[in-house]
């Protein structure tokens, strides 16, 4: 019974804030993705399962050189689900609001390219959208998004010339890969930083990001690094966007690891458009249904699927996705599982 009280509760709140915020607001919108889908094969078990995968309300306004941007974003997953939708959403069972991909920042630009980012944003490392209103043809984010920085707490700065544009990242450890330290001793902060050159249909990047999860009294000698690079492209009906992630793990006896990722997208007309999306991660800590050491894991997952555009607010996907994981040379620690999925996103 309180369990239903805090949901209702936390529902009423975020449509209060939602509903009191709007005449402050220039910009007002959001999105809702309802999914349904089962396993086809392999752990835990093949129940159905229904959910509020991931939604939103943006909250936007203009300030001469500045922006203002809120985003409240909600879930809901049914408690008594066997499996979710997908495998990498951080929700947890039952409705969540202001969950953990929550923004609210404040940024102001110059007029020699500079401009500055303060409060909570999503990370520039992402070669995927944090919302999955944003990944196309594909209801979730692919196994090579869980190894990189999805949000940060802190500044970022941004400087555009030309084709160039190079982001710097100064964080809490609030959005990192690895778990995140509460000490009255005091965290360290993490950093970034990206760079990128784009011309035509043409683009390519490469970032290093780090940080230490220990304290700063109490450090951990082993820091989480990540070396990441970009490449994509567009030739007519064709999209391709390709991603390689080299990294370490802050873990005691961790080996280095590599991770690679491609997006290949046709486009037949205005309604409809395929992906395909191969992704392999080696010792970069992706976690599995199985047991084992996750920080020696081998996973390759591939996904495809169409993407549906009803009208030009909303959209219909199905997607197949397999995925085979080696944690170690125990057969019981590895295995291989198929899904399917629909999703139905409504923008407004």
Not at 86 to 95: C, E, K, R
Not at 168 to 185: I, L, P, Y
Request: proline fraction near 4%; aromatic fraction near 10%.
């Amino acid at each position: 019974m309180n369990k239903h009280l805090s949901s209702i509760k936390k529902t009423a709140v975020l449509v209060a804030v939602s509903w009191l915020a709007m005449p402050a607001f220039a910009g007002i919108g959001g999105f809702i993705d309802a999914q349904v889908g089962s396993r086809l094969s392999g752990t835990p078990d093949k129940t159905l399962n229904s959910e509020i995968a991931d939604a939103a309300v943006y909250l936007n306004k203009e300030l001469g050189r500045g922006k203002v941007m809120v985003d409240l974003p909600f879930s809901f997953t049914a408690a008594n689900a066997a499996i979710p939708v997908g495998t990498l959403l951080p929700y947890d069972t039952a409705f969540r609001a202001f969950n953990t991909k929550a923004q609210a920042y404040v940024s102001w630009g110059y007029d020699f390219g500079l401009n500055w980012q303060l409060g909570r944003f999503d990370s520039p490392f992402l070669n995927e959208a944090n919302d999955t209103v944003g990944l196309g043809p594909y209801a979730t984010q692919g196994v090579l998004f869980s190894t990189l920085p999805r949000m940060h707490n802190g500044l970022m700065l941004t400087y555009g010339t030309g084709p160039v544009t190079v982001m710097g990242v100064v964080s809490r450890q609030d959005g990192t890969v690895g778990a995140r330290t509460d000490s009255a001793e005091g965290e360290n902060l993490e950093y970034g930083v990206v760079g990128k050159w784009t011309h035509s249909a043409l683009y390519a990047g490469a970032g290093l990001y780090m940080h230490n999860p220990g304290t700063k009294t109490t450090p951990n000698t082993n820091n989480h690094q990540i070396i990441e690079v970009m490449a994509g492209t567009k030739m007519g009906d064709w999209s391709v966007d390709a991603q390689a992630v080299i990294g370490k793990l802050a873990a005691n006896g961790a080996e280095s690891g590599m991770g690679l990722g491609a997006d290949i997208r046709y486009t037949w007309d205005k309604t409809w458009s395929f992906g395909i999306r191969p992704n392999y991660t080696s010792k970069l800590g992706v976690a599995s249904t199985h047991t084992g050491t996750a920080d020696k894991a081998k996973v390759l997952e591939v996904t495809a699927g169409p993407n549906i555009n009803l009208t030009d607010d909303m959209k219909v996907r199905v997607n197949y996705t397999y995925s085979d994981t080696k944690e170690s040379s125990t057969a019981a620690n590895n295995g291989n599982r198929s899904d399917w999925s629909l999703s139905a996103v409504y923008k407004f």
